[in-house]
């Protein structure tokens, strides 16, 4: 995350775009168990896009500060915690 608010462009990658246009933000954290390193990331990258790909079909609309996205062939499991992280978000807004 350091480098997301940090970031100035070298190498090309300018850090969160939201990070100037917002005035607060709320940071959810969650992690996955029982995972192994191997399996982490890609079921991580997984369920972030469950959770936007929702996003979209409810709104119609991607989410305005998303700016990447990697898709991996999701399994129930992960639809099933996209699902409970994007309930989680909902009860605490």
Known sequence: MRLGFK????GGYWGYSWRNALAKSTLHIWCLEDATEEEELEALECIESEVVYSYRS???????YQTEIHFHESTEE??????AIIQA???GA
């Open 89 to 91: 978000i909902k009860v």
């Open 58 to 64: 409810t709104n119609n609309q991607w989410p305005k």
């Open 78 to 83: 992960h639809r099933n915690l996209a699902n």
């Open 7 to 10: 970031a100035d462009g070298t």
